[in-house]
């Protein structure tokens, strides 16, 4: 391990981490969505999983309570999701994609796309399948 902390894979992790995140965000609001990476992880369950509870929501995307209510207050300020009450447990809501919030998916897939070729620009197929491997692995050892 390197005595240099800019040089650990976790400080590197990280890195990437926010300036893709800092890229999709840029790329959205280029594109004149306001919307950030953070709501989009939301909208990418609800894409593949409608109708969760918001506890279900947040242990999807790792993220706590508090955090959970702003981003589903963001999305519901932007008309993409609603909540409604569950069918059967009074103290909780469903989290449901409304058709805007269903059709934006084709909007921003491709900027999504788009930013991460960017990303893994110059670098070889075979390099990223390893690469992803490595990082599966890292948080399998880690959870």
């Keep these: 391990m390197s005595s240099n902390l800019h040089e650990t894979t976790g400080y590197q992790i990280r890195t990437v981490s926010?300036?893709?995140?800092?890229?999709?965000?840029?790329?959205?609001?280029?594109?004149?969505f306001d919307i950030t990476a953070e709501q989009l992880k939301m909208l990418v369950v609800?894409?593949?999983?409608?109708?969760?509870?918001?506890?279900?929501?947040?242990?999807?995307?790792?993220?706590?309570?508090?955090?959970v209510t702003k981003l589903v207050d963001g999305l519901e300020?932007?008309?993409l999701i609603q909540r409604v009450p569950h069918p059967?447990?009074?103290?909780?809501?469903?989290?449901?994609?409304?058709?805007?919030?269903?059709n934006i998916e084709k909007q921003l897939t491709p900027i999504v796309k788009k930013t991460l070729d960017e990303a893994h620009k110059n670098i070889p197929q075979e390099h990223l399948?390893?690469?992803?491997?490595?990082?599966?692995?890292i948080e399998k050892n880690l959870t």
């Excluded at 300036?19 to 959205?28: A, E, P, T």
């Excluded at 609800?46 to 508090?66: A, C, I, M, P, Y």
């Design 18 to 32: 926010l300036l893709l995140i800092n890229k999709i965000n840029q790329n959205f609001l280029k594109a004149g």
């Design 46 to 67: 609800l894409w593949n999983e409608d109708n969760r509870t918001q506890n279900e929501l947040g242990e999807s995307v790792g993220k706590f309570k508090t955090s």
């Design 77 to 79: 300020k932007r008309h």
């Design 88 to 102: 059967t447990d009074r103290r909780s809501n469903l989290i449901q994609l409304t058709a805007m919030g269903k």
């Design 129 to 137: 399948i390893i690469f992803q491997e490595v990082l599966q692995q």
